[in-house]
């Protein structure tokens, strides 16, 4: 479990799910802050938007997400999307 101040985070209690997800990114309009040979820096004036779909016990559960955070762990990229609209 997290720390504490993880905890006090959390809006909702969270359940642990291994399923396969499937993105797709809404279209964005952004724009260059600067750019590198191994990246480029952008900003938005909205949230990155996501169509989510995912498997939950053979139902296959369609979300609107937008993503609310980004951590890199080691060699992984670990991302936090926030529901919008989620299908029951």
Same mark, same amino acid.
């Given at each position: 479990?997290?720390?504490? %101040?993880? @905890? ?9 799910? @291994?399923?396969?997800? +499937?993105?797709?990114? /809404? ?18 004036? @909205?949230?990155? #938007?996501? %169509?989510?779909?995912? %498997?939950? /016990?053979? &139902? +296959? +559960?369609?979300?609107?997400? @937008?993503?609310?955070?980004? %951590? &890199?762990?080691? /060699?992984? #990229? ?5 529901? +919008?609209?989620?299908?029951?």
């Amino acid at each position: 479990m997290g720390s504490k %101040n993880e @905890q006090e985070r959390r809006r909702a209690e969270r359940t642990l799910l @291994q399923s396969e997800v +499937i993105l797709f990114v /809404d279209t964005t309009k952004s724009e260059s802050v600067d750019v590198s040979d191994t990246g480029i820096c952008l900003v938005t004036e @909205q949230p990155i #938007m996501f %169509n989510v779909l995912r %498997n939950n /016990d053979g &139902k +296959i +559960i369609e979300s609107k997400a @937008q993503l609310a955070w980004v %951590n &890199k762990t080691g /060699d992984r #990229m670990v991302y936090g999307l926030e529901y +919008i609209e989620k299908s029951e």
